[in-house]
């Protein structure tokens, strides 16, 4: 094989890269200052494949690297995706599982943001989390959970233990699972015949749309389209019934899966396919195009921070992200440019960020005295954040974006 091609984790097909971001640590693993030395890198590239258009990382990280005990991302720490999860849930109680007696199991459940509405309904739910710290958190809250990596083995457990499951939900984590015919042999052998299995990841259309290269990440094996989703469900007897646009984290997707022959597909799916063919979603051109602005967008980023470092503005970031190890660390932003990053996340500050080693402090230190300027490395929560951090352009504070491109608001 050719050093930049893989095989498809899906169908055996030949994966060619169209980016690689070079030598990248683990995104979500903030190390304090004596564990340095621990920090795990790997090859950050990104390809699709020829045969069936699913675009991957050519590299995987082994899952017990990145799902640990001490996950540091808890779900429940954006208000405005406590409402998200407690909407989703609401209006699956309402519609899916308003039936007798339904059970509802959800994937990466992570600190119980979705599954605690379910619970208060009285519904009977699992949730499956191989973080034990977040597993945890979500138990003492009262919800059952599982601390387990979601597979065909854990599914027939659950099968054999609870029976069949009218729902599985997961969001933003079966991008994370490169072994996704492990997940849907498990999602057969749990799911109800007329079950469906839901899930939502960030959207390769509004990836390229808007420019959000920083969505590629260890975590993120898998960006999805409708076709290549609806491809790899019709290898292992499923049908892509369903698509939703939402719009948090930059655009995502809902896709709503039911076994082949159950559900006759809504008039969405065979819209959504027709704009990614039309905007040429399955083209390499249009990836390789992409590939292009990412470098243009990072070169840019680094010249405009030297530039405000040399005049002398003092310049941090804000949100320790999981993204942001990716334009950090490819764009090589160091302490020197940005000395501090701050996020809100107690278990992140006083730690590093993954690779640049920039410190993280607290969001209350963002000032007074106030940065200059403040990098949005959590660009997906900019109304919530620019709300919180009112102070901050009040003193005549100004945030930085850099997707779609570099601008300063
Ligand atoms: O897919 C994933 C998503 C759901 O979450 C995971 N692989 C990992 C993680 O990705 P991320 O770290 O890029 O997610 P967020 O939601 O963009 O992270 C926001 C960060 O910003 C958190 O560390 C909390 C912080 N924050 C803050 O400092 N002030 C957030 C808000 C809302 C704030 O006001
Ligand atoms: N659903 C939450 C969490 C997303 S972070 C949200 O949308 O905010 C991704 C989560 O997936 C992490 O909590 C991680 O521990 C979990 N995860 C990773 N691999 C998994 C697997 N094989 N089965 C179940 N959960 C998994
Ligand atoms: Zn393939």
């Given at each position: 094989m050719e050093p930049h091609e893989s095989t498809c984790?899906?169908?055996g097909g030949r994966v060619r890269e169209f980016f690689d971001f070079g030598r990248q640590p683990l995104s979500d693993f903030f190390p304090s200052p004596d564990q340095v030395d621990e920090e795990f890198f790997f090859r950050l590239a990104v390809g699709m494949c020829d045969a069936c258009t699913m675009v991957q990382l050519l590299e995987e990280v082994p899952r017990d690297r990145m799902f640990r005990h001490d996950y540091p991302y808890h779900s429940s720490g954006s208000q405005r995706m406590r409402e998200h999860f407690a909407d989703t849930a609401r209006s699956l109680l309402a519609g899916e599982l308003s039936g007798e007696d339904p059970f509802c199991v959800e994937i990466g459940s992570n600190d119980g943001v979705m599954l605690d509405v379910v619970r208060q309904a009285g519904v009977r739910h699992l949730g499956v989390e191989p973080s034990g710290g977040v597993a945890e958190l979500s138990r003492a809250k009262g919800i059952q959970v599982r601390t387990a990596f979601f597979e065909e083995a854990t599914a027939r457990e659950i099968a054999d233990e609870h029976g069949p499951a009218d729902v599985i939900y997961a969001a933003n984590t079966i991008c994370h699972i490169p072994y996704l015919d492990s997940v849907f042999r498990g999602v057969d052998a749990l799911l109800a015949k007329n079950g469906v299995f839901v899930f939502?990841?960030?959207y390769l259309g509004d990836i390229v749309a808007r420019n959000t290269f920083d969505q590629i990440y260890d975590e993120h094996f898998y960006l999805f389209t409708a076709r290549s989703v609806q491809t790899a469900a019709r290898r292992f007897g499923f049908e892509l019934v369903d698509v939703e646009r939402?719009?948090?984290h930059g655009g995502e997707v809902r896709y709503t899966i039911a076994r082949s022959g159950a559900r006759r597909?809504?008039?969405?799916?065979?819209e959504l396919l027709a704009e990614e063919a039309l905007g040429g979603l399955g083209d390499r051109g249009t990836l390789e195009k992409f590939g292009i602005r990412i470098r243009r967008v990072c070169d840019d980023l680094i010249a405009r921070l030297r530039e405000l470092h040399d005049r002398g503005f003092y310049v941090v970031g804000?949100?320790?992200?999981?993204?942001?190890a990716t334009v950090i660390n490819y764009?090589?932003?160091?302490?020197e440019l940005m000395p501090f990053v701050h996020d809100t996340t107690p278990a992140k500050v006083g730690c590093l960020l993954p690779g640049s080693h920039i410190p993280i402090r607290s969001a209350d230190e963002l000032g007074p005295p106030y940065p200059d300027y403040a990098v949005l490395f959590a660009w997906n929560h900019f109304e919530e954040i620019?709300?919180?951090?009112?102070?901050f352009t009040d003193r005549g504070g100004r945030w930085i974006l850099y997707v779609p491109e570099f601008r300063v608001v």
């Open positions: 984790r899906i169908c939502e990841d960030p939402l719009p948090v597909p809504t008039a969405r799916v065979g804000y949100g320790a992200t999981a993204k942001s764009a090589r932003i160091g302490p620019r709300v919180r951090e009112k102070e």
